[in-house]
C-alpha cells in the first residue's frame, strides 16, 4: 500500500471458515469511518483505505453497518456494535471483531451479507430493490418470561432472540440466518401477494438450503 494510505488487511485467524464460523476480521460492506479522515466502507473482501489522511495517530471507529445490513441490538432503536482503537498512520492494522462486537452480532451481518449478495447475483429486477438499502438486523432481542427462542423477518427487519438456558442466539447459525432473509425475498417477489404460510416457510428453508449446498 502506499505510505499515505491506512489499509486494515483482512487475515482470518482460522483458515477458511465453515458456513456457521465466519472469521473475526472486517467485513465487506462495514462502515469504516476515521477520525478526521472522512469514512468509507469495506469491499468484498473487506478491505478498507483512507487516501486523505496525514501522517499521524488517528481513531478508527469501524461498525457493523453497511449499503445492506445495519445490525443493532436490542430493537431497532438500539445501537450497532462498533469496533473502535487507535491507529498509527501510516500503516497497516486488522480490525478484530471481538469485545464489545459480540459473535451474534459478527455471525449475522456476515450472512446477512452473503444472503444479499447470493440472491442479488441471480435476480437483479426491480422487485428486490427494497434489499438494496441498509436492512435492520437485530440481535439479542430480550426473551421475556416465555424463554422463547425464535428468529423472524417482519416486513422490515429481521430479528434474533438473545441466548438463553434454552438455546444459543439464532444470529450464530447461518442458515438461520439465511432462512430469515429468505421471507424478505419471498415478500417482496410475491408482493402484492401474501403467500400462504407453507409455501413461504419452505420457499425460506430451500434458499437456506441451496445457498450452503445443503439440502
Not at 438461520?176 to 408482493?191: I, P
Amino acid at each position: 500500500p502506499h505510505e499515505d494510505r491506512l489499509v486494515p488487511a483482512v487475515r482470518p485467524r482460522h483458515g477458511r471458515p465453515r458456513p456457521d464460523h465466519p472469521p473475526g476480521d472486517p467485513e465487506r460492506g462495514a462502515d469504516v469511518p476515521a477520525s478526521a479522515g472522512g469514512g468509507g466502507e469495506a469491499d468484498a473482501e473487506g478491505n478498507f483505505a483512507f487516501d486523505t489522511l496525514s501522517p499521524g495517530t488517528y481513531t478508527l471507529h469501524a461498525a457493523l453497518r453497511g449499503k445492506y445490513i445495519r445490525v443493532v441490538t436490542g430493537s431497532r432503536t438500539g445501537e450497532t456494535p462498533a469496533s473502535s482503537r487507535r491507529v498509527a498512520v501510516p500503516g497497516e492494522e486488522p480490525v478484530i471483531w471481538t469485545d464489545p462486537v459480540s459473535e451474534a452480532a459478527r455471525d449475522a451481518y456476515f450472512h446477512a451479507n452473503v444472503a444479499h449478495d447470493e440472491v442479488r447475483a441471480r435476480d437483479d429486477g426491480p422487485a428486490l430493490d427494497p434489499l438494496d438499502r441498509p436492512v435492520d438486523l437485530v440481535i439479542d432481542v430480550p426473551i421475556g418470561s416465555l424463554n422463547r427462542c425464535n428468529a423472524w423477518w417482519d416486513g422490515e427487519a429481521l430479528g434474533f432472540h438473545q441466548a438463553s438456558t434454552w438455546c444459543p442466539s439464532f444470529a450464530r447459525i447461518a442458515g438461520v440466518v439465511y432462512h430469515e432473509y429468505g421471507h424478505a425475498v419471498v415478500q417482496f417477489l410475491t408482493s402484492p401477494f401474501t403467500p400462504p404460510d407453507y409455501l413461504n416457510e419452505g420457499w425460506s428453508d430451500y434458499f437456506a438450503a441451496a445457498i450452503m449446498n445443503d439440502p
